[in-house]
Each structure stands twice: as C-alpha cells, then as structure tokens.
C-alpha cells in the first residue's frame, strides 16, 4: 500500500468534477479527536441560538490510499467552533476542535486517468460531509448533560481570501 500528500492543483472543470464524483462514494467518517472546552455555563446560551463565531477551519490533509484495485482518498479535516452567549457583553461558554476523517472509495475504471489533479478539491468536500455529523454531536452532548439545545448553523462555502492560497 503506497500513501502521497498532495500538492495544490489547478481547478477543475465541472464536467471533470461530475465525472469524478460519479466514481466515488463515502466509505467511513469518524471523528479521530474531539477536545471541548467547557468556559462558562451552557444554560446561558439562548435555546436554539448559540451564537456561533464563525467555524474556523484549518488547512485539510488529503492522501491517496492506493491498495492494488482499491483506491481510497483518506481526507482528515480540523474544524474548530466557539459558542458565544448572545448579546454585546458576549462571553464565550465553549470551544470545540475536532478533526473528523473522512475516506472516499473510488471505484476502478480502467480508462479514467490520473487521480492526482482531483485531490486537492476533496479539502472542501470533506468539511461539507463532515460538518453534519458536527452538528449532530454537538446537539447530542448538550441534550445528554441536561444543558438544553445547541444548534450549530449550516455550512456554507465560502470564497478564499484574495492572496491566499
């Protein structure tokens, strides 16, 4: 079994991308490390409106698995969120990071070409499958411990930043 990180690549098409995806599928997502900070009461929060910043996350690391027939594209993916009690005096109650990995199984097509140039785009690909189960665990660890209901917001794509890479 070889593994190689990637580099950036060029964008793809969408045409390209369609094509791609139509040979993947999700195979796992687990959370590898969870670490939550707990720094004020959660009650404090207002129900259903946690006041999220804004996730933070932080540069993905994507790795092709490459095991004979099987190819698989192993994407671990740190996200970081931070609850806010809402209003001006705004305190912060907790700060969760976790980095969730995400593995894509891609089935083998003898005519499709290198893999390489699609990797890069899977960064993204993965914190949009990952952030639900965020969700899920968030709201689920607040009902468990009695502190009522957490949501955190839907994800949504963002541009990069001009300069960055």
């Known amino acids: 079994m070889s593994e190689k990180s990637v580099a950036d690549r060029p964008a ?6 369609a094509a791609f995806l139509s040979r993947t599928e999700i195979f796992s997502l687990r959370f590898t490390s969870v670490h939550c900070d707990v720094l004020g ?8 409106e946690p006041a999220p910043e804004t996730p933070e996350r932080l540069p993905p690391e994507v790795r092709l698995v490459d095991a004979g ?25 907790l700060d969760l990071s976790v ?5 894509y199984t891609l089935r083998h097509e003898p005519d499709a070409g290198p893999i390489d140039p699609y990797l890069e785009a899977f960064k993204g690909q993965a914190a949009f499958h990952a952030w639900p189960f965020l969700r899920e665990m ?15 917001p839907l994800l949504h794509p963002r541009a990069p930043k001009r300069g960055a890479k």
């Open 99 to 103: 980095t969730a990995q995400v593995v």
């Open 12 to 17: 793809l098409t969408p045409e390209q991308w």
């Open 138 to 152: 968030l709201h689920e660890m607040f009902l468990r411990t009695g502190h009522g209901v957490a949501l955190l």
């Open 41 to 48: 009461d959660p009650t404090e929060l207002a129900p259903g």
């Open 69 to 93: 027939k099987i190819k698989q594209i192993h994407a671990f993916v740190p996200l970081r969120v931070k609850l806010r009690t809402p209003g001006k005096a705004a305190r912060e109650v």
